[in-house]
């Protein structure tokens, strides 16, 4: 019944144009659209919805992730742009000095947030 659907995933954020400003200084294309709501238009397709919420309060998990070819070369550019790696040292996730994780178990990966404390990751594919 579904698999035909064009299906899209959508998350709140704090402010639509501090979310617009940051996710276009990531290089992404943005539009916003009916009732203010924000779409990331990415591979030119609008499949992801932020839309605004007063009472915000980030997700505590990954909302979002963009697969990379190099996930170094990403997290350098990022680093350069201002973006701030999250860093863990826990007994299942360990990042290294730049935020990457390179465990045996699992894609290399590197976690950040836009201004509204939402999780998003880049992971080598």
């Not at 992801?48 to 997290?75: Q, R, S, W």
């Not at 299942?92 to 990966?109: C, L, R």
Request: hydrophobic share 40%; net charge negative.
């Amino acid at each position: 019944m579904l698999q035909t659907s064009k299906a899209f995933s959508s998350f709140s954020v704090k402010n639509i144009e501090e979310a617009k400003a940051f996710y276009e200084s990531i290089g992404l294309k943005t539009k916003v659209g009916e009732m203010g709501i924000l779409e990331l238009v990415i591979d030119g397709a609008e499949n992801i919805m932020l839309y605004p919420k007063d009472n915000h309060e980030p997700a505590t998990f990954t909302v979002l992730n963009f697969p990379v070819g190099n996930i170094d070369e990403t997290v350098d550019e990022l680093i350069s742009k201002g973006i701030k790696f999250e860093q863990y040292d826990s007994e299942y996730i360990k990042t290294n000095e730049k935020g990457i994780s390179k465990g045996a178990q699992g894609p290399k990966i590197a976690w950040f947030k836009d201004p509204s404390g939402n999780i998003l990751s880049v992971l080598e594919i």
